[in-house]
């Protein structure tokens, strides 16, 4: 896989700074996850399936992360929260897997 | 016969039927996407699209032939999230096969009706 730069996030998240020391944070956990959907090594059009069908199962206002390694996911996923209207909070990638914050809006 | 569900509406259109394998399954994975973006969503199958349709392929081959994954994973995939299924008369016809040969769901629709759909959809695309 090639080396890519880690994508910016796309929106505010909290400051991991707000954990407490000791606290067993991963990161994932910034800010608070209701539900984690594991797409990693499914293809197109699979995480964008699933995410819309998990986002239905949150109430509004709850963040679902998705885990993801298919590389068109980014652009997806945007496209995706931009045409449901629910907001993506943030994108980042950690080895090769896509960590993708999304809040149910409607 | 599109409902007022949804503000953006696409219409497919598969062309290519048993024969040729490989064009077979990005219809329903592209069907699938839009309808999780809350588009609706129909594909109309003519010429030799139907032949996808039959009861007989649908377990039987996939995108790539004998291997990998079947037809109905990708057809239910799309039907799932609401994408509707549309043929013709004409088109069974020419692939001899009758509605009763095609996985249930398949709606009949003639000329007009797609002719219809077309000018009211955003878009409209063909494979």
Redesign the interface.
């Known amino acids: 896989m090639s080396v890519r730069p880690k994508p910016e996030f796309g929106g505010e998240r909290t400051s991991r700074s707000e954990t407490q020391k000791g606290d067993v944070v991963s990161e994932s956990s910034v800010p608070v996850v209701d539900q984690v959907l594991d797409c990693t090594g499914l293809a197109?059009?699979l995480p964008?399936?699933k995410?819309?069908?998990a986002i239905k199962k949150l109430a509004q206002g709850q963040v679902l992360e998705l885990l993801a390694t298919d590389p068109g996911v980014e652009p997806?996923m945007r496209?995706?929260s931009s045409?449901?209207g629910n907001d993506l909070l943030g994108i980042s990638k950690q080895a090769d897997v896509f960590h993708i914050l999304i809040r149910r809006v409607k | 016969m599109w409902t007022d569900e949804s503000e953006?509406r696409i219409l497919y259109v598969q062309t290519h039927g048993i024969a040729d394998p490989g064009r077979s399954a990005t219809p329903f994975?592209?069907a699938?996407?839009a309808?999780?973006?809350?588009?609706e969503v129909m594909i109309y199958f003519t010429m030799y699209g139907p032949t996808l349709l039959r009861r007989d392929v649908v377990d039987r081959i996939g995108p790539k032939g004998e291997q990998g994954q079947r037809l109905r994973y990708f057809i239910e995939?799309a039907t799932g999230?609401g994408v509707r299924l549309l043929i013709c008369q004409m088109s069974l016809d020419l692939n001899d096969l009758r509605l009763d040969d095609l996985i249930d769901g398949v709606e009949m629709i003639g000329g007009a009706a797609f002719n219809d759909l077309a000018v009211s959809a955003d878009a409209v695309i063909s494979f």
């Open positions: 197109c059009p964008v399936v995410t819309a069908k997806d496209a995706w045409r449901t | 953006t994975f592209l699938a996407s309808a999780a973006m809350e588009f995939q999230l």
